[in-house]
């Protein structure tokens, strides 16, 4: 059997096996034409609750016209690498990020939010060590920390993106970095492992923090004053993963960290890491800093910033001004309503005698789904009752924790929560698919 046919017959076994798991066929999702708030289905249409533009920014007019005027403006291209040139847009929307969450400092941005992760956590794992910077010992020799490796302390349900990039880190140099995992919001363990790495390594390491704000499948929001005090405590950097919390919660949708108590205190141990495809509705993700010397190491740390293109130029135009859009009256109103359309969605999941996973105030809305085996017809049922959600199960979520996820929209209107509320009522009855609580 020759290259052809094997890579042949494994794609025909996948497909075969893959067709009862929703993350493999996701059926729903290839039928139609995204509309925002709606997805156009083969039999119709139905409303949207997998998406995460949270403001339901996507459809309003003064987005649309915002992106309108910077693609008319700018050349739509795209410009080689930034180890070659930055472009003015670019350097402008990072500015904007970094006044915007830190009120000054500077920030990488990156054409995608997993490649943000990926790149830093490699960039930060390797440092001065990393590959572009010793191809280029010869003519600018950098003295490199090489006994100083930097110590990664994660909390168990941490963002896959950031996970990979640790774990290639130390792949590439195993005596460069080390990784530490503490129990899911257990600020006891991740101290007892913070107290373990003084006794290891005194001070001769550079610790890191790393954690998501809002937990993506549950809605569940982190302890962010503790983790900021821990950081301080024990000479840490806390990179925060916002990106289901920027735009949508927290003063001005700065996130679930600008609501810690004496913020600015902790500003310059912070590195905030934020997507722009959710209420921005742009591609791209970033990382804001204090330090711009700090930002400007890592840049040249990460081979994707090295060897890959920017955000278009003229997407990062657009993205200031809905930056602004975001951060001033409208976005608050839009916050507003999002979160008055959770709370009532919420409310009338527990009159209905519905589980719910978190009690926080994010548009994340997570049921236990006690019976996993029928995850996908959940799907398909929710799907003919006129809306997409999301399932969240093995091997996304460990055995025991699969949940169904609604994401809430800012322009969900009455009708719209009646129906689902009777469409998942009509669905526990049919696939018995958890218990009340």
């Known amino acids: 059997m020759g290259t052809i046919q094997i890579l042949q017959s494994e794609g025909a076994a996948f497909r075969k096996g893959a067709e009862d798991v929703a993350m493999f066929e996701p059926r729903h999702r290839t039928r139609g034409p995204f509309e925002g ?68 400092g ?97 001070d001769r390491a550079v610790r890191i923090i790393l954690t998501d704000t809002v937990e993506s499948a549950t809605g569940r929001e982190f302890d962010m004053a503790t983790l900021c005090r821990l950081a301080e405590s024990y000479d840490c950097m806390l990179y925060a993963d916002e990106a289901h919390a920027v735009g949508a919660l927290g003063p001005q949708g700065r996130g679930i960290t600008a609501k810690v108590k004496d913020f600015e205190r902790y500003r310059e ?33 990460s081979p994707q910033h090295v060897f890959s293109a920017p955000i278009a130029p003229w997407v990062a135009s657009a993205t200031v001004k809905v930056l602004e859009l975001v951060a001033g009256e409208h976005g608050e109103r839009r916050r507003e309503q999002v979160r008055r359309v959770s709370r009532q969605v919420r409310e009338r999941l527990e009159q209905g005698d519905f589980e719910l996973v978190s009690h926080t105030d994010t548009p994340i809305l997570a049921i236990p789904l006690r019976n996993a085996r029928v995850g996908t ?58 218990a009340p609580a």
């Open 269 to 301: 141990r912070l590195m905030l890491m934020g997507t722009l495809t959710k209420v921005f509705c742009q591609p791209g993700g970033y990382v804001v800093m204090r330090d711009a010397g700090l930002a400007r190491l890592l840049k040249f740390c």
């Open 377 to 434: 017809q959940v799907l398909e049922f929710m799907r003919r009752e006129g809306f997409i959600i999301s399932v969240f199960q093995a091997p996304l979520m460990p055995v025991g924790r699969e949940v169904l996820r609604l994401a809430m929209r800012a322009d969900l209107d009455e009708e719209d929560m009646e129906r689902l509320l009777q469409a998942l009522i009509h669905c526990r009855e049919t696939l018995r698919f958890t």
């Open 106 to 202: 500077a920030a990488l941005t990156f054409s995608a939010g997993y490649g943000t992760n990926f790149s830093v956590m490699e960039a930060l794992g390797l440092r001065t060590r990393s590959h572009f910077i010793r191809l280029h010992q010869d003519v600018a020799p950098m003295r490199a920390t090489t006994d100083v490796p930097t110590l990664f302390f994660m909390d168990g349900d941490l963002h896959f993106s950031a996970r990979h990039g640790i774990r290639f880190a130390r792949k590439l140099q195993p005596e460069a970095c080390a990784a530490y995992t503490y129990r899911t919001g257990d600020a006891e363990h991740l101290e007892l492992l913070l107290r373990q790495s003084l006794e290891s390594h005194g």
């Open 37 to 104: 708030k709606h997805l156009g289905l083969g039999d119709g249409r139905a409303v949207d609750l997998s998406g995460l533009d949270y403001l339901a920014l996507g459809s309003a007019p003064r987005v649309k016209q915002l992106m309108v005027e910077s693609l008319t403006q700018h050349d739509c291209g795209i410009p080689g690498s930034e180890a070659i040139i930055q472009m003015e847009q670019t350097h402008a929307l990072e500015e904007a990020l970094s006044r915007y969450h830190l009120g000054g």
